[in-house]
Nanobody, 116 residues
């Protein structure tokens, strides 16, 4: 059963923008810190950003000032707005839900490619 459904990836030129979305079930969303991770070819998966149930955010240094994570509690959806994209942002982006009871959920991943 798919718990997290991502959308919004694609090909964009350097300097461009994309918005990723991740829809979750209400039970998971309302009890989880939501986050985005990414994995580039040949590299380990890394944290991009997280947002708590209360709305506190945390970002990797590499994306601070360019990416914004937000959550819509009415829609059970978390977003990642990515601006000023760079080629090094190219990766598969994964949505994550870190449930307060210790469970972790992952989306299927969405490809983001930044290239001219």
């Amino acid at each position: 059963q798919v718990q997290l459904v991502e959308s919004g990836g694609g090909l964009v030129q350097p300097g461009g923008s994309l918005r990723l979305s991740c829809a979750a079930s209400r039970t998971i969303f309302s009890n989880s810190v939501m986050g985005w991770y990414r994995q580039a070819p040949g590299k380990q998966r890394e944290l991009v950003a997280t947002i708590t149930i209360g709305g506190s955010t945390n970002y990797a240094d590499s994306v601070k000032g360019r990416f914004t994570i937000s959550r819509d509690n009415a829609k059970n959806t978390v977003y990642l707005q990515m601006n000023s994209l760079k080629p090094e942002d190219t990766a598969v982006y994964y949505c994550n839900a870190d449930h307060r009871f210790g469970f972790k959920y992952w989306g299927q991943g969405t490809q983001v490619t930044v290239s001219s």
